[in-house]
Each structure stands twice: as C-alpha cells, then as structure tokens.
C-alpha cells in the first residue's frame, strides 16, 4: 500500500484497496491490473487511466456488457470524481483521488514529487472522434457504447503495437507520443498506415492530428506517467481545429512531413496562422 496522500485509489469489492499508480487495467484474464472471474466481464474490459494533475479517466474497451459510471452505461471516455461508482460486471468498484484524511483539493501546481522536465524531441499525435453528437443520436447505448469503447482499444492498441504511448485522455479522443529514437519514424508510418485503414471503416469517423518537435516531459512518479509540456504540444493541439476548420481527418504538420521524408506522399492544404503562434505554418494531407 502506497503512503502519498496524493495517490489515486479504489475500494474493491470486499474492502480491499487498490492504488492506481499507473493506467490501471481491468478485465476477467490475467495480466490485467484487476482481475474478476466473472463471466459478464470481458476479458479486457476497462482502463483507469491517470494523467495531469492527478485526474484519472475512466475508458470503456468495447466491452459486451458495457462499463457503468453511477448507474449509467458510459458510451465515452469520463473523469472520474471523488466517490465515484463503477460497475463492471456484477462488481462494483468506488473511486477516490486521494488516500484516506488526505485534502480533497487538486493541486494548483506541479507536485512535488515531479521529476523536473528534460527537453526531448517527440512526434505528438492528436485523435479525435468526428460527430460523437450525430452519433448518440442515431445509437442506442449499447451500440455507441462498443463502437466508441471499441475504437479506444484498437487505437491503444496500434499505438502500444508501435511503440507510443497514450498520455493523455478526453472524452472522444486522445494524445499520443514518441520519443524520438531510431525506430520512432518506421513506428510513425506504421502507426499512420494503421489509423488511416481505420478511418476508411469509419466506423466511428475520427480525425488525426500529427507534429514533430522539442518537447519537456516530466513524470509524476508516484502514477509513472509522463507528463508533456511546452509550446510543441500547444502546437499539436491547435493543429485540431484547423483540421476541423479545412475538414482534414489527417493532418500533418511541415515539421512532420520533413521527419518523415514524405514530401511525394502529402499534398498542400493550406498555409495558417495557429492560435497562440505569430507565424503562419503549412499543413499537408496524405496524397491520395
């Protein structure tokens, strides 16, 4: 049992407390963090996944019979919250950001524990599911539940596949990176072949979002998750919009084209300013 006030934690069936110090895993098959034999449970079934500042995200895997926050089915990626309910299966687990008589209060500023950041070039990928509105309105449920849950796990599992990491979570998408190494650019194109034969399924339809460049990250070692901070990142994430903006569902940044060496593979989409950044920047598509 950990002794940080800050640790994130659950109360398993029975009593038993189980620290979160990592993206925590659960399903009916060994290996997972958390393992229940029962049938209604799929063999991978969840994710507890904590990021920032303390937060951790709750992530259905396309699950059979579904993951429940408080009594509702969950059909996206959601924040958990002091005293929070899930139920997966016929087991119920209760969720608390905190050891027990720590302060409730999230931090204002990076813990102390936190590794201080060391500059490192990354490839940063942004993905984020198009029309999630459309999509609850035309589902039930269940079926929007296995499809977004579903998506979750086979872009986990292409990044893990290729050498990435997911960092980060939002409702209807996540961000990923790679450090740069000898290997991450074979594991770029790999991990792009994989993504853009999931589009063309559209099954949900989704956009991606790529760039390359110097980034600090820091690990708050207590949840061994690392931390990305910096103007690269800032960078990747305005690159959404403007995907969003020029209804791109792949976008590379110049900077990513260049690593690459894919200059016969992309065309010109348009040359834009990027909020928060004084100069304008080129952003490509994949010549189809």
Known sequence: MST?????????????????????????????????????????HAIIHPQDQLECWLVDLGSA???????????????????????IGGQELAFSPRAPGSVTQAPTRPLASEQPPRLTQCWLMVADILGSTQLAQSLSVPELSRMIGGWFKNCRQFIDECGGLITRYSADGFFACWENTDDSTIQLRQTVALMYEAQRAASPPFSIVLHFGPAEVGTVPAL????????EVDFVLAMTKIAAARQQNILFSEAAVR????????????????EGFSKQARFYSLAL
């Open 65 to 87: 019979n579904g993951t429940f926050l408080n009594g509702r089915r969950i059909t996206q990626a959601m924040l958990l919250h002091h005293g929070d309910l899930i139920r």
């Open 224 to 231: 061994q998750q690392p931390r990305l901070h910096g103007p």
């Open 259 to 274: 690593r690459l060496s894919a200059d016969a593979e992309v065309h010109l989409v348009c040359e834009s300013p990027v």
């Open 4 to 44: 940080n006030l800050s640790q994130p934690w659950l109360r398993l069936p029975g009593g038993a407390r189980h620290d979160i110090t990592g993206t925590c895993t659960i399903g009916r098959v060994p290996g997972n963090s958390i393992t229940f034999a029962d049938t209604e449970v799929s063999r991978r």
